[in-house]
């Protein structure tokens, strides 16, 4: 994997040729679209994401911003690059319920350096209002 460019990689597991991180079982969320500098997730907000007061735990949006925002910066990678969150924040603007039904998240890359990269999503309804939004920045290195 480590011969590809992040982009590649990441268009490996869509395409079923490299095994998806377990997460993705666990979460119940997807990679839908990818292109360089951004993708869309798909996210299923099950009722077993339910925290104490009956809505989708925070934790499940912040895994699904976690993982847009970080795989955006991914597909900006050359081969021999890596990279490691530095830090996310997330901002939850409408509950998401068990009958919110499929979400999207969409992330795209702000800004990409030779050793940090910033990025920005939102998690939308079918009908296109905003529940969440994140912003993360990660550090950028060479391999070896």
């Known amino acids: 994997a480590m011969q ?3 982009l590649e990689q990441m268009q490996a597991i869509v395409a079923q040729h490299f095994p998806a ?3 993705v079982e666990v979460m119940q969320q997807w ?3 990818l292109g360089e500098g951004h993708i869309t ?3 299923d907000p099950h009722s077993r994401y339910l925290d104490p007061l009956g809505m989708i735990h925070g934790g499940w949006a912040m895994t699904l ?3 847009a925002l970080g795989c955006a910066v991914q597909s900006t990678l050359a081969r021999g ?3 490691a969150s530095l830090g996310t924040e997330v901002k939850f603007i409408r509950p998401i319920m068990p009958d919110t039904g499929q979400v999207r998240c969409f992330a795209e890359v702000q800004s990409r ?3 940090t990269a910033t990025s920005a999503g939102r998690i939308e309804d079918a009908a296109g209002r905003v529940l969440a939004t994140g912003t993360s920045t990660c550090f950028i290195r ?3």
């Open 4 to 6: 590809m460019t992040g």
């Open 21 to 23: 991180p377990p997460i």
């Open 31 to 33: 990679i839908h679209e």
């Open 41 to 43: 997730f798909l996210g």
């Open 65 to 67: 911003l976690d993982s």
């Open 81 to 83: 690059e890596t990279y």
């Open 113 to 115: 350096g030779r050793s």
């Open 142 to 144: 060479q391999l070896g």
